[in-house]
Every structure is written in C-alpha cells, then in structure tokens.
C-alpha cells in the first residue's frame, strides 16, 4: 500500500476506483465497502484502488471544544487499512478551509482535477461538502456531469444493529466487549508504554504494568477485564483493570489501566505493549481492606485462567 499526506502528492494518472470516509475503526461496515472497492478495481485490469481519509476528525477541527474519542489512532488506522489490500491510502488534512468546500466543488476542484476516477463506492450514510451537502442522492446527479459510476454498499448489520464507529464505541462504554469486537472483526486494542505506578499491585502480590495510552483514544468502560498482551510479538494472558482503583486511591479520580500478565517476569517499564481486550469480568468495585482487595484479585485471576483454558480447550476439540 502507498500512503500519501495530500491528494497532490497522489502522481498516478492511472484510472482509478475511489472512496473516502473517515473509517475510525476500519469496523466490518468500512471492510465491506473496501471490498467492494478492491473487487471492481480488480475487474478492469488497468484500474487502481483508491481510499481517502482524513486527519484530524473533521468534528475536531469543527467543534474544538468537543472532545473526541477515537477507536484507532492514526497509526493504527493505518495498520488497518493496510491490512485489506487496498492500493493507494491517502490521508488529506482536514481544516476549516477544506471544510467550507461543497460537493461540487470538492468532485471538481479537488477530485477530478487530480484524479482519473472511474468509479466511486460508497457506503449507505456517506456525505461530501460543506454540511454535508454531497448526499447519495447529489452524488447520483454528480455521476451524469462528471461521467463516474456510483455504488452504494448497504448496511451491515450484527444482532440487528447496524455497525457504525458511533454504535462501537458506545458499545465499547456499555462494557459490550463482545458485540464491539464482533463488529470491528478484530479485539479491540489499547497500546501504550509502560510507566512506573505506586507499586501497590506489587505489593498485593499482583505486579501490574500501568500503560500510558494517546489521550484521543476511547478507553472502555471501567472494571476487570480478560486480555491478550502482545509484547515484542508474543501473546501472553493476563487481566487488565480500568478505573480509579478506590480503594487505594481515595480522592484521585485519573483513570488508569493496569495490566497484571500471568506467568510473565520481565522487566518491561518504558517498553510499549499491546492490550487486545478479550472479554468483560466484573465491574470495577471499592473494598474496606487491602486485604479484601486482594483476595478479589486472586478470584479474578482463577476465573479468567479458567476462561482462557476453556477456549484453548474448545479450539482443540474443534480441530
């Protein structure tokens, strides 16, 4: 996949098909539109796939007191999207002047003028333009004046919801790790590096990597969870806490993200880890003593080993 940082920096003349969106997530609903975008570029042997996106989220540029949670980071996104064979990414920068650009004149200034497009897919709540303005329906009346084909790619739905990067991350908020993960068609990761905490989870017994993640990205739901760590490319089990931690923590209310791997003895702070987020356990929960804490802690940890050795166990049985 070549990756370019404007629409100028794309130089092939090549006739292309084309689709943009902003793909947070590159859930199941964006691989269904890829596909689609991949397969009817493959049909014509001199067509290219190409995929638009942008950088930052255009609600951030046009509400910038709103905060915004992603479900990828940028090099996240990326990784993604390379991951499902389309050609050429490009991400654009979006600005206050990009976002004053109609449809009209975004296909005629910026698209057509800089690409061969024969094609455009797009998926069933797409828009271009300034407010919005470029619907499916604009688009249709586009296609006659500027001689490209449109296709629409209808929702795709799980548990008769329709998935969307909005719907994940309320889900994911909800604690719904299941549903979230089925969507995104992958385990919804949180990466970090790791950084010092109180060396409290040490002395319970429990050693913990606190991991620091990019401040943008969405954190679930607060309570124990089941969890995969991939560090230097091997997977270990583990079980992950998100919250206050008020039991120690009386009056501080930063939420953290500590991470206790089983069987695991390296000393990894400063070292970046990936936690891929397997299944919710309990909420997170405030008890009278350390003790108490620490008695929770180790039930957590037999039920979650108990859990992961039933799904090693089924996936042999399987076989």
Not at 280 to 289: A, G, P, S, W
Request: one cysteine or more; charged letters at 25%; aromatic letters at 12%.
């Amino acid at each position: 996949m070549k990756i370019y940082s404007f629409i100028d920096e794309f130089s092939s003349f090549s006739p292309c098909v084309f689709t943009l969106g902003f793909f947070d997530g590159v859930h199941r609903g964006h691989q269904r539109v890829i596909q689609n975008l991949i397969f009817r570029a493959k049909k014509k042997e001199e067509y290219c796939s190409v995929l638009l996106t942008f950088n930052p989220h255009p609600k951030e540029v046009l509400n910038p007191g709103k905060k915004i949670l992603y479900l990828n980071t940028l090099s996240e996104r990326i990784y993604h999207l390379r991951k499902t064979g389309v050609e050429h990414l490009i991400i654009h920068p979006f600005t206050i002047n990009f976002s004053k650009l109609s449809a009209k004149d975004f296909l005629q200034k910026i698209l057509f003028s800089k690409l061969k497009i024969k094609q455009i897919i797009t998926g069933y709540d797409s828009h271009l333009g300034k407010d919005r303005d470029g619907s499916s329906h604009q688009l249709k009346k586009f296609s006659q004046i500027y001689g490209f084909k449109l296709y629409q790619v209808s929702p795709h739905k799980l548990k008769k919801k329709i998935i969307s990067s909005t719907y994940i991350r309320k889900s994911l908020l909800k604690g719904n790790i299941e549903w979230a993960n089925k969507a995104l068609g992958y385990l919804y990761t949180l990466s970090g590096y790791v950084i010092k905490g109180r060396g409290i989870g040490r002395t319970l017994n429990f050693p913990t990597a606190n991991v620091q993640v990019d401040k943008k990205k969405l954190i679930p739901k607060k309570g124990v969870y089941a969890v995969k760590i991939n560090y230097l490319n091997q997977i270990y089990q583990g079980m992950m806490n998100i919250g206050i931690c008020p039991t120690i923590h009386l009056f501080n209310k930063e939420i953290k993200i500590e991470v206790h791997i089983f069987d695991f003895h390296q000393n990894i702070y400063g070292k970046k880890i990936d936690v891929l987020i397997v299944q919710i356990f309990r909420d997170e929960m405030k008890f009278q003593t350390l003790h108490d804490l620490k008695r929770q802690i180790s039930q957590d940890k037999m039920k979650i080993k108990n859990f992961f050795n039933q799904i090693i166990y089924c996936e042999k049985k399987n076989r």
